[in-house]
C-alpha cells in the first residue's frame, strides 16, 4: 500500500448537511471503500449507524441489530481510511470522561485529525442508532425522537472514529466522533457513553482531509445555511 494513503481521511458529506435534513444518499459503499477500508458513517435516510473494520461494513439499525451492508447501498456521510494506526497505550478501568479525556492527552496535536481506534474489555457501553426517515426528512434535531438507545455491561468489541479539531466543526463532529461494534457482532451504534476496563488505544495521524461533497444533489446545492449548525450537530450527537 502506497504510504500517502494512510496519511489520508476521506470524508463525504459534511455533519453540516444532515442538520437541515439532507439525509439522501450521495454515495455508494462501493465508491467509498476506494478510499480506506475502516471507518464510521450512516446509511440512506440517517438508517442506523455504520462500522466499516478490514473492508466489511456493518450497521447497527433501529431495533439493535446488527447487518452485513452491501457496497450498493448509499451514504449521505462517512469517514474512512486505510487503517495503518500505531499501539499507543493500555487505558483504563476508566469512567467515560475521564476515558475521553486520557485519549485526549495522548493526542501528539490538538491541531490534526485522528483515527481512534480500542479493543478490549468495556465495563459499559451505551449506544445508540436511529431509524430509517422517510422524505420529506425531518432536521437532525427532530430525529431524536425516532432515535432507539442500547446498553450493554462487560463487553468485549471494538471502538473505532475520529478526533477532529474545533476548528472543523461543522465540517465534522468537534472533538470525539465514535461507534462501537461488539466482538461477536451482536451489539453497537454511535457510542453515547462508553467505560473501559482494559482496553489497547491505538491511533492514526492525517496530513491530509479528502473533503467529498455530493456536488450534483440538488437538494444540496439550493440548502441554505443553518445558523445554529455547531449547537444542533452537539444536540443531535450527545
Do not use: C, W
Amino acid at each position: 500500500m502506497n504510504m500517502k494513503k494512510t496519511k489520508v481521511l476521506y470524508q463525504h458529506g459534511t455533519l453540516a448537511l444532515l442538520v437541515p435534513g439532507l439525509f439522501a444518499g450521495t454515495e455508494t459503499l462501493g465508491k467509498l471503500l476506494e478510499h480506506g477500508d475502516t471507518g464510521i458513517g450512516t446509511l440512506d435516510g440517517l438508517n442506523g449507524e455504520l462500522i466499516i473494520l478490514d473492508g466489511k461494513v456493518y450497521q447497527v439499525n433501529a431495533t439493535g441489530k446488527v447487518n452485513r451492508i452491501k457496497k450498493r447501498e448509499k451514504v449521505p456521510f462517512a469517514n474512512v481510511h486505510y487503517q495503518k494506526d500505531q499501539f499507543i497505550d493500555k487505558i483504563g478501568p476508566l469512567k467515560d470522561e475521564k476515558l475521553r479525556s486520557a485519549i485526549l492527552d495522548k493526542l501528539p496535536s490538538q491541531n490534526l485529525f485522528y483515527a481512534v481506534r480500542m479493543t478490549g474489555e468495556f465495563a459499559n457501553v451505551k449506544t445508540r442508532a436511529v431509524a430509517q426517515q422517510k422524505e420529506p426528512y425531518p432536521t437532525l434535531k427532530q430525529t431524536a425522537d425516532a432515535q432507539k438507545v442500547f446498553e450493554k455491561a462487560h463487553v468485549k468489541g471494538t471502538l473505532i472514529g475520529y478526533y477532529a479539531p474545533q476548528l472543523y466543526g461543522g465540517v465534522a463532529v468537534p472533538g470525539f466522533h465514535l461507534h462501537f461494534l461488539s466482538k461477536d457482532h451482536s451489539f453497537g451504534g454511535h457510542v453515547l457513553k462508553v467505560d473501559s476496563v482494559a482496553t489497547k488505544l491505538y491511533l492514526q495521524e492525517f496530513a491530509q482531509l479528502d473533503l467529498h461533497l455530493p456536488a450534483k444533489n440538488k437538494a444540496f446545492r439550493k440548502q441554505k445555511p443553518s445558523k445554529d449548525i455547531l449547537k444542533d450537530i452537539a444536540s443531535a450527537e450527545n
